[in-house]
């Protein structure tokens, strides 16, 4: 049976539908994406909650002219279908295949990169500023979750561009969710919105019935002022955006077609900053998404009737982590834990149902995140801070000013420390070692199995004192890899002795090193493998005391290579008078793509195999 999508591939061809063709058109998207996402995994719940709202930007808006920026950019599926990429999204997250986000190298229909949050409306309004500098003629549209307005970047955007005289729209795709439930004043305050009855949608009607209200004499026109104002507040929508500057229009159905085209083309001849507040349920339209959209935020592969996850497992390296703070925090009342907006993928929903009193999600706002830990801890308690790695990147000054240079007690929690795959370049986190060793007090260490990350973290709450982080992987990992002594501040351990080449590494990469020690075994090469613990204070000695034997030094991390592990021993051993072959393996200095782990690990040369060659290219230089 043929269906209307089998004939769209542009925005113009959805403009010559009529609004029930597009309606049904609605529901084919919406089944061609839960049985795509189904296979591939990816953002469903997102997508599925903005597919009239896609539909009718474009038909409204004439892309790629007008130029639309998704925050985050998780929930563009439905656009990229709209624009030229529906034959391609069985590719969609795989390696060379379509990005999940957007991507300007991709499609000239993605106007701005995103994967991390809250930077849409900047973005727009620098796009917006821009075009009229240069006497040019569109729209400039930012679509941001409600999720996303919680981020720092959003309020600082929304201060400037409200008093900015750019046309600019931005779009608020308000489902009450973030990842999980959304958090904070402002969530408040638009659900406020969506519940109670407004009788006036717009400030001019508003003023037109205030001006009515007659006053008699000065002090009684005062009076009236101040209660006009406060009449506004009470009976007018959105109050908070128009004093910021934007013309407020909404709450708007964000399912219903109609309205959502009638409000998009009122936004789009509008001087001046806008913001539509449309409203949208998550997940919609697939009844497991919609009854669990935390759930359905992120999916791996699911069967489509039973809503069942494919292949999911045993514990990860994040449910460990939540599971052991819980007995840490069980032991001293002290300790609390903080996360932007990802309870789930931090392991603390346990946490949050054990220790709701001790417990925040601050929303998606790691800078504050880090600084309201630095203020827990300068008074008394030991916060645990679990952020993404490729998230803690917005904390950076927060880590180094706040909580560094006061050597304050804060524990990080670093998880999806190294490449996590499918998300791609945004949210590979293999910057965090190179930024984190720079930051004096700072204690950096990396498990290389569960057993480790325990002992990690009993070290890091109850027998360090100043700023220590513990960064692991995403996904799941061995229980036990080795038998090891408890942590010792700075102390390496030697895993194998051997005497031909020393191997380096930390965190996950020592099962790595140990396969290839026995591969190199077999050839009679005996390495010698060391497994730091620290990345920061670095066990230098012990390095330097098994390279002096080897002459050949391999290092190997789940990190860039630039200022990372591997170059921090180097720069160490620079310091000495010492002649040797050495080879730093971790990522390139480029921006890591998308595509499995296995397959990056591969082609970065950073599986077994490829080490194992690289060992013996440098023990032939070493012979030579
Ligand atoms: C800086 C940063 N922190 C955390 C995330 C992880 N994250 C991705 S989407 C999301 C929730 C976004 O909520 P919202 O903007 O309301 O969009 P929705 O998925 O509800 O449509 C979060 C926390 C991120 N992308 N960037």
Not at 12 to 21: A, G, R, T
Request: net charge neutral.
């Amino acid at each position: 049976m043929t269906q209307l999508l089998d004939n769209i591939n542009f925005p113009e061809d959805i403009k010559k539908l009529s609004i029930e063709q597009v309606k049904e058109l609605g529901d084919e998207i919406r089944a061609f994406l839960i049985e795509k996402v189904s296979k591939t995994g990816g953002h469903l719940a997102s997508n599925l909650g903005v597919v009239e709202l896609t539909l009718a930007l474009h038909r409204v808006f004439d892309t790629p002219k007008d130029k639309i920026i998704w925050d985050v950019g998780h929930q563009s599926y439905v656009h990229k279908m709209l624009t030229g990429r529906k034959d391609k999204f069985e590719t969609i997250r795989k390696l060379g295949g379509l990005s999940g986000f957007p991507k300007t190298k991709e499609s000239e229909y993605d106007v701005f990169n995103t994967g991390h949050s809250s930077t849409s409306v900047s973005a727009a309004l620098g796009i917006a500023k821009a075009r009229d500098m240069k006497n040019e003629k569109y729209s400039v549209i930012a679509v941001i979750g409600d999720g996303a307005l919680t981020g720092g970047m959003a309020f600082e955007a929304l201060n400037d561009a409200g008093r900015s005289p750019n046309n600019l729209i931005v779009i608020l795709n308000d489902n009450e969710m973030s990842i999980s439930k959304n958090v904070g004043g402002l969530s408040r305050y638009l659900s406020k919105i969506r519940t109670e009855p407004f009788y006036f949608k717009v400030k001019e009607d508003i003023d037109i019935f205030l001006n009515k209200i007659p006053a008699i004499g000065k002090s009684a026109a005062k009076a009236l002022g101040r209660v006009k104002g406060t009449i506004k507040y009470m009976i007018m929508p959105g109050i908070i955006f128009e004093e910021l500057g934007f013309k407020y229009l909404g709450p708007i159905d964000g399912h219903n077609l109609l309205e959502l085209e009638n409000v998009l083309t009122r936004a789009k001849k509008a001087k001046g900053p806008v913001l539509v507040h449309v409203c949208t349920q998550k997940g919609k339209g697939y009844t497991y998404a919609e009854e669990n959209p935390a759930v359905y935020h992120g999916i791996s592969p699911f069967e489509i009737e039973t809503g069942e996850v494919i292949a999911n497992s045993g514990p990860s390296y994040s449910d460990m982590f939540g599971k052991e703070i819980i007995d840490i925090a069980e032991k001293d009342k002290r300790v609390v834990a903080i996360t932007a907006a990802m309870p789930h993928g931090t392991g603390l929903d346990g946490f949050s149902k054990r220790f709701p009193d001790r417990f925040f999600d601050v929303g998606i706002a790691e800078q504050h995140a880090v600084t309201f830990a630095a203020g827990l801890a300068s008074n008394g308690m030991v916060p645990v801070v679990a952020l993404y790695s490729s998230f803690l990147q917005r904390a950076y000054d927060q880590v180094l000013h706040d909580v560094a240079l006061q050597n304050l007690h804060v524990v990080f929690a670093i998880d999806r420390a190294g490449i996590v795959g499918e998300d791609g370049e945004t949210h590979q986190g293999i910057y965090d070692i190179s930024f984190m060793r720079h930051i004096p007090n700072m204690t950096l260490l990396a498990p290389c199995d569960y057993n480790e990350l325990r002992k990690m973290l009993w070290y890091a709450v109850f027998e360090h004192d100043g700023p220590i982080a513990i960064r692991y992987p995403r996904g799941k990992g061995p229980e036990k890899l080795l038998d090891t002594p408890p942590v010792k501040m700075g102390q390496s351990l030697i895993v194998k002795e051997g005497k031909d080449v020393t191997i380096a590494t930390i965190g996950n990469k020592l099962e790595v090193a140990l396969e290839v020690q026995q591969k190199l075994e077999r050839l009679n090469i005996s390495a010698e493998v060391i497994y730091s613990r620290f990345i920061k204070p670095l066990d230098v000695n012990t390095i330097l005391g098994s390279v002096l034997k080897t002459g050949a030094l391999v290092t190997i991390e789940d990190n860039a290579m630039e200022g990372g592990y591997g170059s921090r021993i180097l720069e160490m051993i620079s310091q000495k008078d010492i002649n040797i072959r050495s080879k730093v393996i971790g990522y390139p200095d480029s921006f890591i793509p998308h595509g499995s782990i296995r397959e990056l690990q591969h082609i970065y040369r950073l599986d077994a195999d490829s080490i194992y060659n690289d060992v013996l290219k440098l023990l032939n230089k070493k012979r030579g």
